[in-house]
């Protein structure tokens, strides 16, 4: 029986099987194309069960996933041209998801050894700005646009942190200490900083107000600024784990002072204020009970008589990060929050020498107290002619300061004719 439709003919919509009009519709292709790279990535470099492998195998699936990512951003830029928007986004979207080390190859090739690290790390760097630029450029954005240089500051952070781990953990016999880790937190925590400094508002963010989707532009812009700080936070959490060092919870104090004021400067719509004003506010908050948890001694920096722990530091910077609030929402509340922080670090490093203080304060404010009121008459006698001449010297500065009244003189009244 043969077909009534020539050879050379499409076969309608209608008469296509279910399964054909999924994989022709949505194309699901690139997305398992994705995955299956990432899962042989893992599979080839011991991700699975973390064995360390040589640097031969290591330089040699960095280079087969860079063709990879040439070969998708190439493809993108193509169809784009064509005209076939979605999956020149979605090939898009996929690259970006590379961008961000998500096989952790730069990560390991620092394990591995750390001057060939160093070195790959700077080429992979510049291979970076060159794919961000192939990115900004077929999404339509411009090379100049501030979230160019905020997405390459993420970049670099990704590329450096795990070198400097492992750079500093060789030199330790492989121990890492957790204040090197702690510090790397709060790397993660300036990149929001950065970001309200480069970017300014997350407009980018904000739902279109007439309903419809977002351009190309704009998803792309929300995938490169969110997947290379998630990954950041994943390689400073595997950092605990591969090199044995305990997480401590007041490791994401410095990532909520960051998103602090990320939110206070977030945008500048009456509609989002409030919201606006209480993440401002909350968010130090909690950093500052996360830091008040126990930690390691060794996280504690002896400067000369100053001890300057995660707490101390913490509350430093909280005092900061209110000080910007109060600037920018011109709240008494955040004066009140700025003064209680920086007591706080003045009367210690930790909740033992912070209460510590604060009793030995309030035992000394009582004494001095007790010391300057009067017991007999004649000393209250001294009060109070002390308070008769400081009371007239209010009294006059009040007079001198107000001005005589103006008197203003009717004109006579004409005699009736």
């Not at 690139?30 to 299956?36: D, E, G, Q, T």
């Not at 450029?137 to 979230?147: F, Q, V």
């Not at 290379?228 to 997480?247: D, E, Q, R």
């Not at 409030?274 to 130090?284: C, E, F, T, V």
Request: proline content about 6%; some cysteine.
């Amino acid at each position: 029986m043969t077909s009534s439709f020539p050879a050379h003919a499409t076969v309608p919509l209608s008469l296509r099987s279910p399964v054909a009009r999924m994989l022709i519709d949505h194309n699901p292709f690139y997305l398992l194309s994705a995955a299956c790279m990432l899962f042989g990535v893992f599979a080839l470099n011991g991700s699975l069960d973390y064995s360390p492998i040589g640097v031969r195998k290591l330089l040699t699936m960095i280079v087969m996933l860079n063709v990879y990512e040439a070969i998708i951003i190439a493809l993108a830029v193509f169809l784009l041209r064509r005209g076939i928007r979605r999956d020149a986004l979605l090939l898009l979207i996929v690259e970006a998801f590379f961008l961000a080390d998500v096989g952790f190859l730069n990560m390991e090739i620092f394990a591995t050894h750390a001057a060939v690290g160093l070195l790959v790390n700077v080429l992979l760097l510049a291979a970076a700005a060159v794919k961000v630029g192939f990115i900004f450029r077929a999404a339509g954005i411009p090379l100049a646009d501030p979230r160019m240089a905020f997405v390459m500051i993420q970049v670099a952070v990704l590329f450096a942190v795990p070198g400097l781990f492992a750079s500093i953990a060789r030199r330790h016999d492989d121990f890492l200490s957790p204040l090197v880790i702690y510090c790397g937190w709060w790397l993660a925590g300036a990149l929001p900083v950065a970001y309200t400094m480069t970017v300014g508002s997350l407009d980018v963010f904000r739902r279109r107000s007439d309903g419809r989707a977002p351009g190309a532009d704009v998803i792309l812009s929300r995938v490169l600024l969110v997947l290379p700080m998630l990954s950041l936070i994943v390689h400073l959490c595997l950092a605990n784990w591969v090199y044995k060092v305990t997480f401590h919870p007041l490791n994401a104090a410095p990532l909520l002072l960051g998103l602090a004021v990320l939110c206070g400067h977030a945008d500048q719509h009456v509609t989002t204020l409030a919201s606006r004003l209480r993440l401002h506010l909350a968010l130090p908050m909690v950093a500052v009970a996360l830091s008040a948890l126990r930690f390691p001694p060794e996280m504690v920096i002896e400067v000369g008589p100053l001890s300057i722990s995660p707490l101390r530091l913490t509350l430093l910077v909280a005092t900061l990060v209110y000080l910007d609030g109060l600037w920018l929402h011109r709240h008494v509340y955040f004066a009140w929050a700025a003064g209680a922080s920086l007591g706080m670090a003045g009367m210690g490093h930790s909740v033992g020498t912070i209460h510590h203080n604060s009793v030995q304060m309030a035992r000394t404010s009582a004494s001095t107290f007790d010391r300057l009121v009067p017991d007999t008459l004649a000393e209250w006698g001294v009060v109070s002619i002390t308070a008769a001449f400081l009371l007239l010297a209010i009294g006059a500065t009040i007079s001198l300061t107000r001005r005589p009244p103006v008197v203003v003189e009717e004109a006579p009244l004409e005699a009736e004719a």
